[in-house]
Nanobody, 122 residues
Framework: QVQLVESGGGLVQAGGSLRLSCAAS????????LGWFRQAPGKEREFVAA????????YYADSVKGRFTISRDNAKNTVYLQMNSLKPEDTAVYRC???????????????WGQGTQVTVSS
């Protein structure tokens, strides 16, 4: 029903910035939530940020609040994650996902992208 493709990852110095994109295709609905999750080697997957597709309400993990900004372009069916003041602990594979009503719990998301690698050097 939904396909997601992430892009924009890369290697940056600590304190730098990246913007990730997640392009959605297929049937998406206004009730969907678009979320970003990340997983670093040896660590569990963790919630990063989410946005309601229709109204644009946003949610952030405490670890990224004030540094990351999630947004969406309805016309392009694309969600963005602007990441500023990056830290080495932000290094992870970042994936976007869709959910009907979900916010911070990975199990509520039904469709997942393949992920994009973000590496932050010290």
């Amino acid at each position: 029903q939904v396909q997601l493709v992430e892009s924009g990852g890369g290697l940056v110095q600590a304190g730098g910035s990246l913007r990730l994109s997640c392009a959605a295709s297929g049937r998406t609905f206004s009730s969907y939530t678009l979320g970003w999750f990340r997983q670093a080697p040896g660590k569990e997957r963790e919630f990063v940020a989410a946005i309601r597709w229709s109204g644009g309400s946003t949610y952030y993990a405490d670890s990224v609040k004030g540094r990351f900004t999630i947004s969406r372009d309805n016309a392009k069916n694309t969600v963005y994650l602007q990441m500023n003041s990056l830290k080495p602990e932000d290094t992870a594979v970042y994936r976007c996902a869709t959910s009907r009503g979900g916010t911070v719990v990975a199990g509520t998301y039904n469709y997942w992208g393949q992920g994009t690698q973000v590496t932050v050097s010290s």
